[in-house]
């Protein structure tokens, strides 16, 4: 079998995405030759590789085997281009960080900014994504290093702390709510909502507790950035939930009320995933170590 790493890759990119049109945009190729060569990978093995419907696609069983392969190939790869550029005049490379919503807006901008300006020859590709894809994610090898909420199940994954926060309310001054005690989550869902896009990992969770709760999220408006949840919520839109962090700092200069969540998973203790210390490349091992500083 010819397989090359560009084959490697773009096969990843498809089964990550789920798409061959988003996995061929990931990795920079023409839909028509990442079809030709996903195509020519089916012929040459002789056995279907993806399963194609509708909704995307996903590995037959013969796919499976080859994306753990591929992984297994592309972290060699990626390892020996590593090793080798200290011969070069010193380390360059790129590491993989996934994070839930919490971690990368308020506290890896800090931390990866630091790191970065520190290691002008490396690069990290971040992708948002909720705690429990994140745990999975790394210990197939799709990520370096993740970043997930304290709560969730890591398996055989190897951990670390890094920061605790905790999940608040935020009200306009004169809301129902402002002044209150803790409530619970469950009260939250009485009133209109402020949130983040569909697509953010908290606003994914949020909907999923108010699913358990059996009741609806009252969604009024959806923004990019707890910061602009905040100036919403300072409208009087509705109520917002969002990280200690973000409404102690709004609060200093925007009419808010910040009200404690009663819930236990409004605590927030984030740690370090990683498949194994042994198994990280140097920089990917110097990322981590940053990170706990």
Same mark, same amino acid.
Request: aromatic content about 4%.
């Given at each position: 079998?010819?397989?090359?790493?560009?084959?490697?890759?773009?096969f990843? +990119?498809?089964?990550?995405?789920? @798409?061959?049109?988003?996995?061929?945009?990931?990795?920079?190729l023409?839909?028509?030759?990442?079809s030709?060569?996903? #195509?020519? %990978?089916?012929?040459?093995?002789?056995?279907?590789?993806?399963?194609?419907?509708?909704?995307?696609?996903?590995?037959?069983?013969?796919?499976? $085997?080859?994306?753990?392969?591929?992984?297994?190939m592309?972290?060699?790869?990626?390892? $020996?281009?590593? +090793?080798?550029?200290?011969?070069? =005049?010193g %380390?360059?490379?790129?590491?993989?960080?996934?994070?839930?919503?919490?971690a &990368?807006t308020e506290?890896?901008?800090?931390?990866? *900014?630091?790191?970065?300006?520190?290691?002008?020859?490396?690069s990290? !590709?971040l992708?948002?994504?909720?705690?429990?894809?994140?745990? =999975?994610?790394?210990?197939?090898g799709?990520? +370096?290093v *993740?970043?997930?909420?304290?709560t969730?199940?890591v *398996?055989?994954?190897?951990?670390?702390?890094?920061?605790? !926060?905790?999940?608040?309310v935020?009200?306009?001054?004169?809301?129902? &709510?402002?002044?209150r005690?803790p409530v @619970?989550?469950?009260?939250?869902?009485?009133?209109?909502v402020?949130g983040?896009?569909?697509?953010?990992?908290?606003?994914?969770?949020?909907?999923?507790?108010?699913a #358990?709760?059996?009741?609806?999220?009252?969604?009024?408006?959806?923004?990019? @950035?707890? +910061?602009?949840v905040?100036? $919403?919520?300072e409208?009087?839109?509705?109520? *917002?939930?969002?990280p200690?962090?973000?409404?102690?700092?709004?609060?200093m200069? %925007?009419?808010?009320?910040?009200?404690?969540?009663? !819930?236990d998973?409004? &605590?927030?203790?984030?740690?370090?995933?990683? #498949?194994?210390?042994? !198994?990280? #490349?140097?920089?990917?091992?110097? &990322?981590?170590?940053?990170?706990?500083?």
């Amino acid at each position: 079998m010819r397989f090359d790493l560009t084959d490697m890759r773009l096969f990843c +990119d498809v089964v990550d995405e789920g @798409s061959i049109t988003a996995g061929a945009q990931k990795s920079a190729l023409a839909l028509a030759a990442a079809s030709t060569r996903i #195509r020519n %990978m089916e012929t040459t093995l002789g056995a279907a590789l993806l399963t194609r419907s509708r909704q995307g696609v996903t590995p037959t069983a013969a796919g499976r $085997m080859l994306l753990k392969h591929a992984r297994t190939m592309l972290g060699q790869a990626a390892r $020996m281009r590593e +090793d080798l550029s200290a011969f070069a =005049g010193g %380390m360059s490379g790129e590491v993989r960080l996934l994070a839930n919503t919490n971690a &990368l807006t308020e506290f890896l901008p800090e931390a990866l *900014g630091a790191f970065l300006a520190a290691h002008p020859h490396l690069s990290v !590709d971040l992708e948002e994504r909720l705690s429990d894809e994140i745990v =999975g994610l790394i210990a197939e090898g799709v990520g +370096d290093v *993740g970043i997930v909420a304290g709560t969730v199940e890591v *398996g055989a994954l190897q951990t670390y702390p890094f920061r605790e !926060d905790r999940f608040v309310v935020v009200t306009a001054a004169g809301h129902p &709510l402002a002044g209150r005690g803790p409530v @619970s989550f469950g009260e939250v869902l009485a009133y209109d909502v402020v949130g983040l896009e569909r697509s953010a990992s908290l606003q994914r969770f949020l909907t999923a507790k108010a699913a #358990r709760e059996g009741r609806p999220l009252k969604l009024r408006v959806q923004l990019r @950035s707890f +910061d602009a949840v905040c100036r $919403m919520v300072e409208a009087g839109v509705g109520v *917002g939930v969002v990280p200690q962090t973000t409404a102690r700092r709004a609060a200093m200069t %925007m009419k808010l009320a910040v009200i404690d969540l009663a !819930d236990d998973w409004a &605590l927030r203790e984030l740690t370090i995933v990683v #498949r194994a210390e042994a !198994d990280l #490349r140097p920089y990917a091992r110097e &990322l981590v170590d940053a990170l706990r500083a």
